[in-house]
């Protein structure tokens, strides 16, 4: 058969080309290109609203195999906004999935690139760092892409949490429940909330710029600071909101970008990593219990390990094992802390759900 497959190109910011083939929407996308080293799981992390602004590399030679199914998502919509990959299939066999990859990728509007050789890809982004990068299969004109790609933000200093946070307030669990968790919503993954009502809370999910007030209106037990998108200094507003609720000394917890707001609210900086860290294996040292987690993450920025060392408001809880970064904090002498991957894994390993327990067992112990 011939492959009728339209030629697509990717330039990346440093002048750097390479040559696809196209494959879900006909059209152009731009963002900071970063890659996900993950095995499966890929509907979970289109979905997943910290991806928005990135274009993301599957790191997995084969993407697409399994097709899609309806409820394998974090939110209600993909929320990369390109995909670039080695193999990206069409056909899929699982007895569930009632959808192709490339016909879900055209109803979200995604465009996408395959053919790439994303071994030698991901190896120059891991030398080089993050950057920007243009994917097209309606114009492969080096001058025009080279134009667009100038028009591109920067990731540093860029606030995206607001653009993927709920609009209205909503509410999940049981409204009997006596466990209330306040989430202030930056692009929180489905999963989290489900990992908090399965435990038996009664949670309302708040748009990111609530002010305490009005989060204090539901009366919770406890606070969720959530994940998201965008740089994490860029959100003076929800260091505000986070410095008022750490002083009415309830439980917090904070996931990812809500561990980067603890920092920020102790006047932690954080700071924009080389190429970040996105994966279902990355070692994590619980360094209270002394036992190693496999965890879930997705982030591009980290919090300052110096800074944190210096500040005696916090103590760090868990490390990294591959490079040593801040994995997550506890505020001394408060019911806060955070953690810097993923522990409601989806995809990835349980290892980490411990997590919720903790925080569900703070709550219950301030009821009493
Ligand atoms: N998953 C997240 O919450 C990501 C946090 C932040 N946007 C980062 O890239 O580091």
Do not use: W
């Given at each position: ?9 990717l330039?990346?910011a440093d002048g750097n ?6 494959f ?5 996308a731009?963002?900071?290109?970063c890659?996900?080293t ?5 509907q979970e ?9 990135q274009?993301?590399i599957?790191?997995?030679v ?6 899609i199914k ?8 993909v929320?990369?906004?390109g995909?670039?990959?080695?193999n ?10 009632t ?13 996408a690139?395959?053919?790439i050789?994303?071994r ?11 950057m920007?990068?243009?994917?097209s ?5 080096i001058?025009?892409?080279?134009a ?15 653009t993927v946070?709920?609009?209205?307030e909503?509410?999940?669990?049981d409204?009997?429940s006596p466990?209330k ?18 435990r038996?809370a ?8 609530t002010p ?5 209106e539901?009366?919770p037990?406890g606070y969720?600071?959530s ?7 860029a959100?003076p507003y929800?260091?505000?909101?986070l410095?008022a609720?750490?002083?009415e ?7 990812c970008?809500?561990?980067q ?17 996105r994966?279902?294996n990355?070692p994590?040292?619980?360094?209270i ?6 965890t ?6 980290g919090?300052?390990p110096?800074a ?8 760090i809880?868990h490390i990294n ?10 505020v ?11 522990p ?14 903790d925080f ?5 112990e301030?009821?009493?």
């Amino acid at each position: 058969m011939p492959n009728l497959q339209q030629p697509a190109v990717l330039l990346l910011a440093d002048g750097n080309v390479l040559y696809g083939k196209a494959f879900g929407k006909i059209g152009t996308a731009t963002g900071e290109i970063c890659f996900n080293t993950g095995m499966t799981g890929y509907q979970e992390v289109f979905t997943d609203p910290s991806y928005s602004g990135q274009m993301l590399i599957m790191n997995n030679v084969h993407i697409g195999n399994y097709g899609i199914k309806d409820t394998d998502v974090e939110s209600s919509s993909v929320k990369i906004r390109g995909l670039i990959g080695r193999n990206l299939e069409d056909k899929f066999s699982r007895y569930q999935a009632t959808d192709s990859l490339e016909s879900y990728l055209k109803a979200n509007n995604i465009v996408a690139i395959e053919g790439i050789d994303t071994r030698a890809l991901v190896a120059h982004i891991r030398t080089k760092g993050a950057m920007n990068c243009i994917i097209s299969s309606e114009n492969t004109d080096i001058d025009f892409l080279t134009a667009e790609l100038a028009k591109v933000p920067n990731m540093d200093g860029l606030e995206l949490a607001s653009t993927v946070s709920t609009t209205e307030e909503y509410e999940l669990g049981d409204t009997n429940s006596p466990l209330k968790v306040a989430v202030l919503d930056f692009g929180v993954k489905q999963h989290i909330l489900s990992c908090l009502v399965s435990r038996g809370a009664h949670v309302r999910v708040h748009p990111a710029k609530t002010p305490l007030s009005r989060l204090k209106e539901f009366n919770p037990n406890g606070y969720f600071i959530s994940n998201g998108p965008g740089d994490p200094a860029a959100m003076p507003y929800a260091v505000t909101t986070l410095k008022a609720i750490l002083a009415e000394d309830k439980p917090v917890f904070g996931i990812c970008l809500g561990h980067q707001l603890l920092a920020l609210a102790n006047d932690i900086p954080t700071f924009k990593m080389h190429h970040g860290h996105r994966g279902l294996n990355h070692p994590v040292k619980n360094i209270i219990t002394g036992q190693c987690e496999i965890t879930t993450q997705n982030h591009g920025f980290g919090v300052d390990p110096e800074a944190v060392k210096n500040n005696p408001a916090v103590e760090i809880t868990h490390i990294n094992l591959n490079d040593n970064s801040i994995e997550g904090i506890r505020v001394i002498g408060k019911k806060a802390f955070s953690v810097q991957y993923h522990p409601e894994s989806t995809p990835g390993p349980h290892d980490s759900r411990y997590l919720f327990d903790d925080f569900v067992k703070m709550m219950q112990e301030n009821l009493n």
